[in-house]
């Protein structure tokens, strides 16, 4: 089993910047990928960024402004977000796709005030 933990959440005014991280934790082998995901009220839940193997890709929506990284060391998946926006108010959630099944953190509150 895995478990993933999301934090670095918060209120920011726009333009700000927030770091959220994901650490993992378990039984985790044969990673196929890891993304970060975001869910708004009234929406689905959406893909920001992902990594696959050695690639990463982003939604067209925050090319520029947010960075995915890992350390895998230490199993744990950041996304840097910059030049925030009022519409990245949502709740993002960590994922860890793996040969054993697709995991979720609790998710992560993103709040950017105009």
């Known amino acids: 089993q895995v478990q993933l933990v999301e934090s670095g959440g918060g209120l920011v005014q726009a333009g700000g910047s927030l770091r959220l991280s994901c650490a993992a934790s378990?039984?985790?082998?044969?990673?196929?990928?890891i993304g970060w995901y975001r869910q708004a009220p009234g929406k689905e839940r959406e893909l920001v960024a992902i990594?696959?193997?050695?690639?990463?890709n982003y939604a067209d929506y925050v090319k520029g402004r947010f960075t995915i990284s890992r350390d895998n060391a230490k199993y744990t998946v950041y996304l840097q977000m910059n030049s925030l926006k009022p519409e990245d108010t949502a709740v993002y959630y960590c994922?860890?796709?793996?040969?054993?099944?697709?995991?979720w953190g609790q998710g992560t509150q993103v709040t950017v005030s105009s």
């Open positions: 990594i696959i193997g050695g690639s990463t």
């Open positions: 994922n860890f796709w793996t040969v054993t099944g697709a995991y």
């Open positions: 378990g039984s985790i082998f044969g990673i196929k990928s």
